[in-house]
Structures are given as structure tokens and as C-alpha cells.
């Protein structure tokens, strides 16, 4: 697991996610997926460069399929932006990095 993306489950999500200061970029994975594995340096890239701005945090999907089920995952990677404690992008699919920073930027 990167060291600056971090897992969480269903028990972590409110606080994590819903009551955050900074947006939370969440990547919806699993460990089989050709695609979620590219997309994981991305986003620890990113999660790096926007430290302080923007919260990254990994949740597999399998392992975690109510919460995937709550937010209607139906492929993965799907990236989904939570601001306010509402949802503000959806991204289906391996994003490279220059494009999702570009879509992330207005929110943040």
C-alpha cells in the first residue's frame, strides 16, 4: 500500500471521508485489477503533490461491498471526489495524471 494513500473500511468512512476538512479523493479497487494497479502510483503522486488540499484513501471494493453498493460502483478503478460530504466527480477507468489533476483542480 502506498504510504501516503490510506485503506479504509465501512467504519472508517464518516469520519475519513464525510467530516473531512479537504476534499477526499477515494479510489475504489481490487487487488486483481490490472488498471487499479497503474492507477496506484498516480495517486500516490498526487496525494503527495497535494498534501494539505487533498486527502487520498483506497477502498476495495470487494472486501468493502456495501459501501461500494452505497455509491453504485459498477467498474473499477472508479475515482470518486467527495467534497462537503457530497460527491463531486466520478471517474470511471485509469485516469492518467495530468487529466485527473486538471479535474480535480477546480475543486480544490
Do not use: H
Not at 476538512?21 to 496525494?47: H, R, T
Not at 459501501?67 to 473499477?76: D, H, N, P
Amino acid at each position: 500500500m502506498p504510504k501516503n494513500v490510506r485503506e479504509i473500511v465501512e467504519e472508517d468512512f464518516s469520519t475519513t471521508v464525510l467530516d473531512a476538512e479537504n476534499p477526499v479523493l477515494i479510489d475504489f479497487w481490487a487487488p486483481w485489477c490490472g488498471p487499479c494497479k497503474k492507477m496506484a502510483p498516480v495517486l500516490e503522486e498526487i496525494a503527495v503533490e497535494l498534501a494539505g488540499q487533498l486527502v487520498v484513501v483506497k477502498v476495495n471494493a470487494e472486501e468493502n461491498q456495501e459501501l461500494a453498493g452505497r455509491f453504485r460502483i459498477m467498474s473499477i478503478p472508479t475515482l470518486l471526489l467527495i467534497k462537503e460530504g457530497k460527491e463531486a466527480i466520478r471517474l470511471a477507468g485509469y485516469q492518467p495524471k495530468e487529466e485527473l489533476l486538471d479535474k480535480l483542480e477546480r475543486y480544490l
